[in-house]
């Protein structure tokens, strides 16, 4: 275990491996079939894409937040002594700001991706999680999402072609602390991913529907407006019945004076 590489990485998690704690079932290369463990059972596996800004990858210096770049290069020149690393190499890596997915679609419009290298972490042990608080570390198994900023423990190895597989690093993450936490991430694919960015073809022989004459586009029921009834003016020029004088039979009927 000697020659591999352990370094620390900063960064943000874009995308994770099933749950970021618990994982999922892994699957062969190519085949999809799931891979399984010595006892027989599908084996699981954790991990999640850092994304790491460029410009902290500048500085590869020791104990600088570029170095992880450099035991990345570093480790693939142990199989390419000319330090000329072939196309085919698996570097574990994304441009966020260049590469584009199988469907076409610039990674650059996913959250989190632009102005970064984004590093696949894989492992099949679990990975510890850890949070900082009170002047200690706790482990947790809960409370760090997709979105989050975090420092990586990863231990790095290049390995030569296996299998149907191809050449390239193994990337382990071991330990996780948050750093801080940011906007959440969904992970699942956008819909330019799943879909495309091109319109959808019409089905064959398609027709439009037509609507029919004189058909009636229901609307929906309009409420009654109930006004309030008008409030009733006084009118001061009559003297209300219950006030005015009482008439007796054979007397004069009493003179009325509009306006009184």
Not at 28 to 49: N, R, S
Not at 71 to 97: C, N, R, V, Y
Not at 124 to 149: M, T
Not at 219 to 234: D, G, I, M, N, S
Request: with cysteine.
């Amino acid at each position: 275990m000697a020659d591999i590489k352990t370094v620390m990485a900063h960064g943000r998690i874009v995308w994770t491996v099933g749950n970021l704690f618990k994982g999922e079932g892994k699957t062969m290369y190519g085949t999809k079939q799931p891979k399984l463990d010595v006892a027989g059972k599908q084996a699981t596996e954790y991990g999640f894409g850092l994304a790491i800004p460029k410009s902290d990858l500048a500085d590869v210096s020791k104990g600088s937040k570029g170095e992880v770049w450099a035991a990345m290069h570093e480790e693939a020149f142990t199989l390419f002594p000319s330090h000329q690393i072939p196309p085919g190499f698996s570097m574990k890596k994304k441009d966020g700001d260049t590469d584009i997915d199988d469907k076409g679609v610039p990674y650059s419009k996913r959250e989190g991706y632009a102005g970064c290298i984004i590093i696949t972490c894989k492992t099949e042990i679990p990975i510890k999680y850890f949070i900082y608080e009170n002047g200690q570390n706790f482990l947790v198994e809960s409370g760090i999402k997709c979105g989050d900023y975090v420092s990586v423990q990863l231990a790095i190895k290049a390995h030569p072609a296996i299998g149907q597989g191809k050449a390239g690093l193994y990337i382990n993450p071991m330990a996780v602390r948050l750093i801080a936490p940011g906007k959440e991430i969904i992970n699942i694919p956008s819909a330019d991913a799943i879909f495309g960015m091109t319109a959808p073809a019409m089905p064959q022989n398609y027709i439009a529907p037509v609507q029919p004459v004189g058909f009636i586009v229901p609307q929906a029921p309009v409420q009654p407006h109930y006004a309030p009834a008008p409030a009733v003016q006084p009118h001061y020029g009559v003297v209300p019945p219950a006030h005015q004088p009482q008439q007796f039979p054979g007397m004069p009927p009493v003179p009325q004076f509009p306006g009184l």
